[in-house]
């Protein structure tokens, strides 16, 4: 019975069949539950489908519940954010900490664990910190952007609620308002699968938290106000990795493999990461366990994570860690340690070489990561079982960044919108049905000629439509998309000499063992193609991980909507909620 009942509930809700979907494992737990209660069976039976739908799926809500109560652990943070002086490069400069800390406290937690983040902002600026990649799944109310949340008034406090849902992976968090990032306020956010759960590779000895990003000796509001000005950012002073210039050793014993957890945290750069003498294993990717493929060395674009497995296998004493930048016109490099326990020989010259402008290059490691379909995830069932390629696109959207004079300024656009955050939160506005902040549907779903205009723009879609996205550069730089509350299956990069056609959905498209991730890269004049399941309600921020072309608009907001009013969908607006702008006082209205 229990067997017939999720085929049911199955063929009702494509979310079963997701692996990052809760619905799943929940399912063969219900099988057992109520498998030997006769009566309830009997009364099953004589029910439509319907009924038994309904039934299902409130016992599951009852059950997910009683798990949250029961068995996810708390994990309560308290941060206090304030400004530092620090001497990052040659000179003290003013960056934001996290308890005193440059760059940030990691988070270190389990799948499905809560995380309570009570947030003191003691900058003189409203702020926000986005958890960037945890999914904030049916609450987009705690992911800490512009577009769903009223940021935190200086000298007060704001309280983040999330779950860490059914995720497993190497993720990381920073500040979404003004330029802040610019100045620190990020660490890495890593989840760590739960003791049920097996990893597709062998367990490590212990692992490493890289957090590599480029950095500016400038003062970042002084960049903001370049910004401001229209004036594009100058290229950056250095490459960091946690925080240094040079310097952090890692260490580790001979014959012993280690895990990296390499983030990208820049505003701008991409970058390519090698280990001198060693070859690195890459087992995951922003929360999806790729095929182990052995690279020298590996890009990572800005708002992006990898995790490699390092083994110790060279003789005993430093090798250099090296993180340079790429498609630059000059290239910054930065080195770390890894030591071999006990040396006291120190690493020698000449680093190892990486890839420069080479964007070829970049284009063919990156069809290399895919998808291991049959190793699970967070959950123990395979990542293969949703089997993307096979589904209806019921929605297709064109996506054209390029760069816009709006009323004599430097702005970015998208379809020919520039996106500005209206001092309402667009989720505030849509849940209480405030007028006059947005308009759906605004962004056409395709380039257009027409002059770029300013607006928020806003993207309204269906909960659990399926969607391709073309992702169309316009520009002769490389960009970086990100989208919260989701990842994505990147089923292909375009190259500049070959435009996006229909036909290349036949020929070019993985449709098989794609990664699935949350942040992707667009090269130069090329495109990149994405499918993506939304089953995640909420508002969501869609962006340039390219933080200045994202201060300038490069940027909107899926609505991923349905009309029915449920938990079970879409969390309530949280009991301490901050409300600003129009939404001053929703709940009195
Ligand atoms: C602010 O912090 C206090 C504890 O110091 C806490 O009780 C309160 O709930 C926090 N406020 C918000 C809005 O989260
Ligand atoms: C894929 O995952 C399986 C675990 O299901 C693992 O045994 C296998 O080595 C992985 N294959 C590759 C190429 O990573």
């Known amino acids: 019975m229990s067997i017939q009942m999720s085929m049911k509930c199955a063929a009702k809700d494509p979310a079963v069949l997701d692996p990052g979907s809760m619905l799943h494992f929940e399912f063969v737990i219900f099988g057992f539950a109520v498998a030997d209660n006769k009566d309830l069976e009997r009364h099953i039976r004589m029910k439509q489908a319907t009924r038994i739908l309904y039934f299902c799926l409130g016992f599951l809500a009852l059950l997910n519940f009683s798990f949250v109560q029961a068995e996810d652990p708390y994990r309560y943070y308290t941060w206090t954010v304030t400004y530092g002086s620090v001497k990052v490069l040659d000179q003290p400069q003013r960056v934001i900490l996290i308890n005193g800390q440059f760059p940030g406290p990691n988070i270190e937690c389990n799948t499905n664990d809560n995380v309570i983040v009570n947030v003191f902002n003691k900058l003189d600026e409203p702020f926000l910190l986005t958890w960037n990649g945890v999914k904030q799944r049916r609450t987009s109310w705690q992911d800490g952007v512009l577009g769903t949340n009223c940021p935190i008034p200086p000298n007060s406090n704001w309280t983040y609620k999330f779950q860490t849902k059914d995720q497993i992976g190497t993720f990381n968090y920073f500040p979404s308002t003004a330029l802040h990032r610019a100045a620190g306020g990020f660490g890495g956010f890593n989840v760590i699968q739960r003791s049920v759960i097996s990893v597709p590779y062998p367990v490590p000895e212990a692992e490493f938290t890289l957090l590599v990003g480029d950095w500016y000796k ?115 490099t930065t080195t770390g340690v890894l030591r071999y326990a006990g040396s006291n020989t120190p690493p020698s010259l000449p680093l190892p070489i990486g890839p420069t402008y080479h964007i070829h290059w970049s284009i063919k490691q990156a069809r290399t990561i895919r998808l291991n379909l049959t190793a699970n995830a967070a959950r123990p069932n395979p990542q293969g079982s949703f089997h993307y390629g ?188 901050l409300f600003c702008g129009k939404a001053k006082n929703p709940l009195n209205a």
């Open 390 to 577: 096979g589904i209806n696109v019921v929605r297709q959207l064109f996506l054209a960044n390029t760069a816009a004079k709006i009323n004599g300024k430097l702005r970015y656009a998208v379809n020919g919108i520039s996106y500005v955050d209206p001092t309402t939160p667009l989720k505030l506005a849509d849940w209480f049905n405030i007028p006059g902040v947005f308009t759906l549907n605004s962004i056409p779903d395709k380039p257009t000629n027409a002059t770029p205009v300013l607006a928020p723009s806003v993207v309204g879609t269906t909960l659990h439509d399926f969607v391709e996205i073309v992702l169309i550069n316009t520009e002769d730089t490389v960009q970086s998309w990100h989208l919260d509350g989701y990842s994505f299956y990147v089923v292909a990069y375009g190259t500049r000499d070959r435009p996006w056609t229909p036909e290349k959905r036949n020929y070019r498209y993985n449709l098989v063992d794609a990664i699935s991730r949350h942040t992707v890269q667009v090269y130069p004049g090329a495109w990149a193609a994405i499918l993506v399941s939304l089953d995640n309600k909420g508002m969501w921020n869609f962006r340039s991980a390219i933080w200045s072309r994202r201060y300038l608009g490069q940027q909107l907001y899926f609505r991923v909507w349905n009309n029915e009013k449920s938990l079970y969908t879409e969390t309530d607006v949280p009991p301490n909620a």
């Open 218 to 332: 400038t003062d970042h509001k002084v960049l903001q106000q370049k910004l401001d000005q229209g004036i594009p950012l100058p290229s950056p002073d250095a490459l960091l990795i946690n925080g240094l210039k040079n310097g952090p050793i890692f260490t580790g014993e001979k014959g012993k493999s280690y895990k990296f957890r390499v983030s990208n945290v820049g505003i701008s750069t991409s970058f390519n990461f090698r280990i001198q003498g060693h070859t690195m294993t890459l087992v995951e990717v922003e929360g999806a366990h790729t095929m182990q493929e052995v690279y020298e060395s590996l890009d990572v674009h800005p708002g992006q994570s990898v995790a490699v497995l390092v083994t110790l296998h060279a003789s005993p004493k430093d090798y250099y860690i090296v993180a340079s930048t790429r498609f630059t016109k000059s290239v910054l």
